[in-house]
């Protein structure tokens, strides 16, 4: 039972435009949600979080935006660079430290 | 401050055998975590240590265990390796609940 979905396993983006990741979640009890990063051969590294009592966050060139009740969160990056390319995996936790993770999504970002 | 630091960065193991897998997390951090990467998998939570104590578990057999020392460093045993354990092990620590997780570079364990 995949509790956090990343439909998309790919994606491809030209640099300077937008790149959107798209995360659905099925259990109505997280409440704290994270993007990771990870390139191949490392861990994955923190991006952004966002709160169940907001609706969207905002980092720089990183936007998640939260919509409850559809369950579902995503990611913006504006302007997409070549050093974008990576695995983005979104996650989810209730009230415990337990993050339970999508399956990823490959995102190219080309010249 | 370092960041998460995982030995060894890779194993090779036999089928049978026992492995453990140590990382030492960030300064200052308590909550250490584990997971699991496996290609078609993503990331699966193996368990967390808080202070010492288990606090979560994940949906893994009695042959994956861990613990946590007082310096907040940890290890994870698994036992009777099976080819299916083949995988890349990633600690992750934490200030605790509520926190983001500052993942490790990972161990690679290949079992033959």
């Known amino acids: 039972d995949q509790q956090v979905k990343q439909n998309s396993p790919s994606l491809s983006v030209q640099e300077g435009r937008i790149s959107i990741l798209n995360c659905d979640y099925t259990?109505?009890?997280?409440?704290?949600f994270l993007w990771y990063k990870k390139y191949p051969a490392e861990g994955p590294t923190f991006l952004i979080s966002i709160s169940s009592i907001k609706d969207k966050n905002e980092d720089g060139r990183f936007t998640v935006f939260l919509n409850k009740s559809a369950k579902h969160l995503s990611l913006h990056i504006v302007p997409s660079q070549p050093g974008d390319s990576a695995v983005y995996f979104c996650?989810?936790?209730?009230?415990?430290?337990?993050?339970?993770f999508g399956t990823g999504t490959r995102l190219q970002v080309f010249p | 401050k370092a960041g998460v630091t995982q030995t060894p960065r890779y194993l090779i193991k036999t089928r049978g055998q026992q492995v453990t897998l140590s990382c030492s997390p960030i300064s200052g951090h308590r909550s250490v975590s584990w997971y699991q990467q496996t290609p078609g998998q993503g990331l699966q939570f193996l368990f967390e240590y808080f202070s010492e104590t288990q606090r979560n578990k994940g949906n893994f057999p009695g042959r994956f265990s861990g613990r946590q020392f007082s310096n907040s460093r940890s290890e994870m045993n698994v036992s009777t390796l099976e080819l299916g354990d083949s995988a890349l092990y990633l600690c992750?620590?934490?200030?605790?609940?509520?926190?983001?997780?500052?993942f490790g570079p990972g161990t690679r364990l290949t079992v033959t």
């Open positions: 992750a620590s934490s200030p605790g609940t509520g926190y983001e997780q500052y």
């Open positions: 996650a989810a936790s209730d009230l415990t430290d337990k993050l339970i």
């Open positions: 259990n109505s009890m997280f409440d704290y």
